[in-house]
C-alpha cells in the first residue's frame, strides 16, 4: 500500500516539473512573438514617419514655389515700372517702400528656407529612416537567432534537469526498496531465532543442532546479500541526487540568468542603434525647423524695425532731395522799373504818408484778428488730427491672438468676422472717420487760407512800417534824405548773371558771358567744403536741410556769395548738396555723353608697368 502511495507521489513531483517546463517553453515562444511583433511595429513607425516627411516636403516644396511666385510677380512689377525702377537706385529709399522692399525680401528668403526643408524632409530624413528600418529588421533577425539559441540552451538545461529527477527517483525508488527488504530479513532472522530458542527447550541432538546452525547461516548469508544491494541502492541514490541536486541549482541559475540579464540583452540588440537613428532624424528635422523659424524671426524682426522707422516728416524730406527741380522754391520776383524809373521802395511823403499810415493800421488789426482765428483753427485742427490718427490706429485689421507655447491649445472662441454686428460697427466706425476726414479737411483749407493770408498781411505790414519809420526819420533829420535817396536807387546786376541762369543752364554759355573761367558756386563750396567738410561722415550721401538748400541757391542766383566768412555757420550737408545741385542741373553734363564710352575705357585701362604713378589724360 505504502509503494503505492510513493509511486502515486513520484509521479504527481514528475508532472509537476514536466508541467513546469511547459509553462516555460510557452513563455519563451511568447517572448519571441512579442519581440516579432515590436519589430514590426518600429518599422511601421519608421514607414509612417517617412511618408510623412514625405508629404511635408512635397508641401513645403509647393508652398515655396507659391512664395517666389507671389514675391516674382510683384518683384517683375517694380522691375518694368521706370519710377520704382529709379526709385530703388535712389539710396535714400522712403520708409513705405523700405517696407514693401524687406516684406518681398523677406518672403523671398521664406521661400529659400522651405525649399530647404523641402530637401531636408524629402531626401536626407526619408533616406536615413529606409535604412533606420533596413538595420533594424535585420537585427532583430539576428536577435531572434540569438534568442532561438539561448532558449535552446535553456531548454537542454531543463531537459537534463528532468533526467536527473527521474533517475533520482528511479535510485531513491530502489534504495527504499532495498530498505524495505533488509528490514524484512531482520524480522525474519529475528523470528527465526526466536523459534530456534524454543524449539532448542522441546528439543535437544545432534540433528537439532545442525538444523539450528544451517539455518542461521542461510539468515546470515540473506542478510549480507541484502545488506549489499542496499549499500549499492544507497550509493546510486546519492549520486543520482547529487547530481539531481546539481542540475536544479545549474537550471534555477540558467533561469534567473536568462530572465534578469538574457531576455534584456535580447531585447537591447532588437533595439540596436533604432532610438539613436530615430533621434538623430527627429533632431534634424526639428533643426531645419529651427532654422526656418529662425529665419523667419530675422526676416520678421528687420520688418519690424523698418515699420518702426515708417517716419513722414523724412519721407517729406527725402520726397523734396529726391524731386528738387519740382519743390524747389522759385526765384524771387525782382522789381522791374519801368523807363529808367529808379526808385524800389515804398515812398511815405508827406502827401501819401496820412493814406500809408492809415492802410498800415488797417494792415496791422486785419492781421491780429486773422492770426487769432488762424490760432483757434490751428488748436481744432490739431485736436481733431489726433482724434483721427488715433481712429486709425485703433481700427481692429489684426488676427485673433493665438495660444503661446505651454497655454491650452483649445480654440479662442471669437466672433465670427462677417456677423452682422461686426458689420454694423465697422460700418459705423468707417463712417465717423470719414466725417471726421471731412472736417479735418476743411479745417486744414481754412488754416492754409489763414497762413497764406497772414503770411501776405504781414509783409505788407513790415513794408508800411519800414516805410512810415524811415519816413520820420527823415523828418526828424533832413540831413538823412540824400542818402536815403542814394539807398533806395537799385543798384543793377552784372548783365551775365542777371540774364543768363547759373543753375539748369548751360555752363560754357556762363563762363562766356560772366568771364569767370570757375563758376562762383562751385569754387566757394568747394572752399567750404575743404575748411569744414573733410572730416564730415556722410558727405555727399547724407541730404541736407531743402529750406538750407534753396536759400543758398537763390544767394548764389543773385550774385552774392552767402559762404564768404561764414565761419562755418552752414550745413556741410546743405553746402555739399547745393554743389550736387548744380551739377546735376546743368543742360549740358559736365562729362559729354558722347565721352563717356572712351572715359570709362581709360579707367579700366591698366597703367604701363614702367610708370605706374602717372595716367593718361583724355
Known amino acids: ?46 514607414q509612417d514617419l517617412g511618408e510623412f516627411l514625405r508629404r511635408r516636403a512635397e508641401l513645403e516644396l509647393e508652398y515655396s514655389r507659391s512664395l517666389d511666385k507671389l514675391a516674382e510677380r510683384f518683384s517683375a512689377k517694380i522691375r518694368h515700372t521706370k519710377e520704382q525702377h529709379n526709385l530703388r537706385k535712389d539710396q535714400n529709399l522712403l520708409s513705405p517702400v523700405n517696407c514693401w522692399y524687406l516684406l518681398l525680401s523677406q518672403t523671398r528668403r521664406e521661400s529659400r528656407d522651405h525649399a530647404a526643408l523641402s530637401e531636408t524632409c524629402g531626401a536626407n530624413l526619408v533616406q536615413r529612416l529606409v535604412h533606420t528600418a533596413e538595420d533594424t529588421g535585420r537585427l532583430a533577425k539576428r536577435s531572434k537567432e540569438v534568442g532561438l539559441q539561448m532558449q535552446d540552451e535553456l531548454l537542454k538545461v531543463t531537459s537534463e534537469l528532468q533526467t536527473a529527477t527521474r533517475t533520482y527517483h528511479q535510485y531513491h525508488t530502489d534504495c527504499l526498496s532495498a530498505e524495505g527488504k533488509m528490514k524484512e530479513a531482520e524480522r525474519l532472522e529475528e523470528r527465526q531465532m526466536g523459534k530456534s530458542g524454543d524449539q532448542g527447550l522441546s528439543q535437544s541432538g545432534t540433528d537439532a543442532k545442525q538444523q539450528r546452525r544451517s539455518s542461521a547461516k542461510k539468515m546470515e548469508r540473506l542478510i549480507e546479500k541484502r545488506q549489499g544491494k542496499l549499500q549499492e541502492a544507497q550509493l546510486k541514490c546519492t549520486k543520482a541526487r547529487n547530481d539531481y541536486l546539481l542540475c536544479l541549482a545549474a537550471a534555477n541559475a540558467a533561469m534567473n540568468k536568462y530572465y534578469l540579464q538574457d531576455v534584456c540583452t535580447l531585447i537591447d540588440c532588437c533595439d540596436l542603434g533604432f532610438h539613436l537613428s530615430l533621434g538623430g532624424a527627429l533632431r534634424g528635422y526639428l533643426g531645419a525647423q529651427r532654422r526656418v523659424q529662425q529665419a523667419q524671426e530675422e526676416g520678421l524682426g528687420a520688418l519690424e524695425v523698418a515699420v518702426a522707422a515708417l517716419d513722414p516728416n523724412s519721407d517729406q524730406k527725402k520726397i523734396m532731395e529726391m524731386n528738387n527741380s519740382a519743390f524747389c522754391l522759385p526765384f524771387r520776383f525782382e522789381y522791374q522799373p519801368h523807363e529808367g524809373d529808379q526808385v524800389c521802395e515804398v515812398s511815405a511823403e508827406a502827401q501819401v504818408r496820412q493814406e500809408l499810415v492809415g492802410r498800415f493800421q488797417q494792415v496791422q488789426g486785419r492781421l491780429s484778428s486773422v492770426t487769432l482765428e488762424t490760432d483757434e483753427v490751428n488748436k481744432t485742427l490739431k485736436a481733431t488730427l489726433k482724434a483721427l490718427l488715433d481712429s486709425i490706429s485703433s481700427e ?72 512810415i519809420a524811415k519816413a520820420e526819420a527823415i523828418d526828424s533829420d533832413p540831413s538823412r534824405l540824400q542818402s536815403n535817396q542814394s539807398v533806395r536807387v537799385r543798384r543793377p546786376r552784372p548783365c551775365s548773371q542777371y540774364h543768363h541762369k547759373l543753375f539748369t543752364g548751360d555752363l560754357l554759355t556762363f563762363v562766356e558771358s560772366s568771364g569767370q573761367q570757375i563758376p562762383l558756386v562751385v569754387e566757394s563750396c568747394i ?38 566768412d561764414s565761419q562755418g555757420c552752414h550745413d556741410i550737408d546743405s553746402v555739399a548738396g547745393v554743389l550736387k545741385l548744380y551739377f546735376r542741373g546743368l543742360e549740358t553734363p559736365l562729362f559729354p555723353g558722347d565721352k563717356f564710352t572712351e572715359l570709362m575705357e581709360c579707367v579700366r585701362k591698366p597703367c604701363p608697368a614702367s610708370t605706374p604713378h602717372t595716367h593718361t589724360h583724355t
Open 1 to 46: 500500500m505504502s509503494s503505492h502511495v510513493k509511486l502515486r507521489r513520484e509521479k504527481g513531483t514528475l508532472a509537476e516539473y514536466e508541467t513546469q517546463v511547459k509553462e516555460v517553453r510557452s513563455q519563451l515562444s511568447e517572448q519571441l512573438k512579442v519581440l516579432d511583433v515590436q519589430v514590426e511595429l518600429r518599422v511601421q513607425l519608421l
Open 396 to 467: 481692429d485689421h489684426t488676427s485673433p491672438d493665438t495660444p503661446q507655447s505651454g497655454q491650452s491649445s483649445e480654440p479662442v472662441r471669437t466672433p465670427a468676422p462677417d456677423a452682422p454686428g461686426n458689420k454694423s460697427s465697422m460700418a459705423k466706425r468707417r463712417a465717423n472717420q470719414q466725417e471726421t476726414e471731412s472736417f479735418y479737411f476743411n479745417k486744414v483749407k481754412e488754416y492754409l487760407s489763414g497762413t497764406s493770408l497772414i503770411s501776405k498781411l504781414q509783409a505788407k505790414h513790415d513794408v508800411l512800417q519800414e516805410a
Open 527 to 564: 572752399r567750404f567744403i575743404n575748411l569744414h567738410g573733410l572730416h564730415h561722415e556722410g558727405i555727399f550721401r547724407v541730404p541736407g536741410s531743402q529750406t538750407e538748400v534753396n536759400e543758398i541757391r537763390n544767394a548764389f542766383e543773385r550774385g552774392e556769395d552767402p559762404l564768404t
